[in-house]
């Protein structure tokens, strides 16, 4: 079955900094999503990355899946306290439909 | 926008108690999903439903049933509830099969079994 391994587990970062998070698979990604959530909140969409070596940006926010399909990053530049919650990677790895698995998530927070 | 709405954003139950939670969607989307997060364990699929009256059990479907006699809504109920059923409750949808979609997710649920 797919699982996701999250890394690292938690981040505390000053504001301003840059940081980088990771998502791997033990299987080959059809398509990988990143979603943030506050604390005790409903997920929040960031972006779906499908292709091998795709990137995609919002704002202060880049993510990336290697050409191998089977990991992806998401990197914050120059962060803020609203950066701050659980971020979390879903995967389709069947490519037949839209169920996902989550990986556990990552908790960020930013220090002022 | 995409709005996923559940009914409740705090339950309180009693042990034995049947539980209905309600998750509707304004965007048409054919499907619907059930999850539960608890911490350490992450997101866990219940049930999911690729249209009215379809549903199919997800990773942990012991103790809960659906029903999607709609298509905006897909309800999730706890027969009779335990108190290993306290969780976070989350719902999604997310467009059919033809195109793969994001999953959209409500606001969640986090009930308590006493």
């Known amino acids: 079955s797919q699982e996701l391994e999250q890394s690292p587990q938690s981040l505390i970062v000053q504001e301003g900094k840059n940081l980088t998070i990771n998502c791997t698979s033990s299987?080959?990604?059809?398509?990988l999503y990143w979603y943030k959530q506050k604390y005790g909140e409903g997920l929040i969409f960031l972006m779906m990355?499908?292709?091998?070596?795709e990137e995609k940006s919002h704002e202060k926010i880049t993510a990336k899946l290697d050409e191998k399909k089977q990991q992806s990053s998401l990197h914050i530049t120059a962060s803020q306290p609203s950066h701050a919650g659980i971020y979390l990677c879903?995967?389709?790895?069947?490519?037949?439909?839209?169920?996902?698995?989550f990986g556990k998530g990552i908790t960020l927070s930013v220090r002022p | 926008d995409v709005k996923v709405t559940q009914s409740s954003r705090y339950l309180v139950k009693r042990t034995g108690e049947k539980v209905f939670l309600e998750c509707v969607q304004d965007?048409?989307?054919?499907?619907m999903f059930w999850y539960r997060q608890d911490p350490g364990l992450g997101l866990r699929l219940i049930y999911f439903?690729?249209?009215?009256?379809?549903?199919e059990k997800g990773d942990i479907p012991e103790g809960y049933s659906v029903s999607r006699e709609k298509k905006e809504r897909f309800s999730l109920i706890l027969e009779s509830a335990s108190t290993n059923q306290t969780s976070m409750y989350l719902c999604?949808?997310?467009?059919?099969?033809?195109?793969?979609?994001?999953?959209?997710f409500g606001p969640g649920t986090r009930l308590l079994v006493l």
């Open positions: 879903g995967a389709d790895s069947t490519g037949a439909n839209s169920k996902l698995t």
């Open positions: 965007m048409d989307h054919e499907n």
């Open positions: 439903s690729y249209d009215v009256k379809m549903k």
């Open positions: 999604a949808s997310s467009p059919g099969l033809v195109v793969r979609g994001t999953q959209y």
């Open positions: 990355l499908q292709k091998g070596g």
């Open positions: 299987k080959t990604l059809y398509g």
